[in-house]
T-cell receptor, first 114, second 114 residues
């Protein structure tokens, strides 16, 4: 089945540690996105990438980093510089086509930092 | 800048009652509009989308939405709500700034009373 996989579903870390969230897709989509979701704030864009080895900062990139070494994979690292990292993180992908905005979402990873 | 407003943070309806979730956007030209649904702890699923043409669009799970340019609205409706419709609903608009990004509203949480 084609889709987006995010692992793990729940992640717990101590403050000061970096943590990497996995996102893999087998939809053959060129574009991938990372969002952060907090209660009452909708989805906020962290990073996005339209092609391998290229990515752009979204609205709240501070304290996060990404890589795009393979088309299928877009891991997100939450660094110790992120002041409030506890949140629900969603990965998405889409076809790169003019006027196509439809995104497909993974099941999410809930990160708790204490 | 483009924005999406969902005026209702939380709505409660009785099972079998009709439902309308409001969405207003700010964008000068014809927007690309979406409604997504999110069950607790899950990713987002596309309900329906509007690009052009007929302003009344049908989606999955018995939902429909109507694009009204004069009111800058794209309200989601369902004639008879089922208990399984309890979820959070997000309206989104395509960001014309490039990279096929979406701008999301803050979401409306729907509770369904038996």
């Amino acid at each position: 089945d084609g889709g987006i996989t995010q692992s793990p579903k729940y992640l717990f870390r101590k403050e000061g540690q970096n943590v990497t969230l996995s996102c893999e897709q087998n939809l053959n989509h060129d574009a991938m996105y990372w969002y952060r979701q907090d209660p009452g704030q909708g989805l906020r864009l962290i990073y996005y990438s339209q092609i391998v080895n290229d990515f752009q900062k979204g609205d709240i990139a501070e304290g996060y980093s990404v890589s795009r070494e393979k088309k299928e994979s877009f891991p997100l690292t939450v660094t110790s510089a992120q002041k409030n990292p506890t949140a629900f993180y969603l990965c998405a992908s889409s076809i790169v086509l003019a006027g196509n905005y439809e995104q497909y979402f993974g099941p999410g990873t809930r990160l708790t930092v204490t | 800048a483009q924005s999406v407003t969902q005026p209702d943070i939380h709505i409660t309806v009785s099972e079998g009652a009709s439902l309308e979730l409001r969405c207003n956007y700010s964008y000068g030209a014809t927007p690309y509009l979406f409604w997504y649904v999110q069950s607790p702890g899950q990713g987002l699923q596309l309900l329906l989308k509007y690009f052009s043409g007929d302003t009344l669009v049908q989606g999955i799970k018995g939902f429909e939405a109507e694009f009204k340019r004069s009111q800058s609205s794209f309200n989601l409706r369902k004639p008879s709500v089922h208990w399984s419709d309890a979820a959070e609903y997000f309206c989104a608009v395509g960001d014309p700034g490039g990279y096929n990004k979406l701008i999301f509203g803050a979401g409306t949480r729907l509770a369904v009373h038996p």
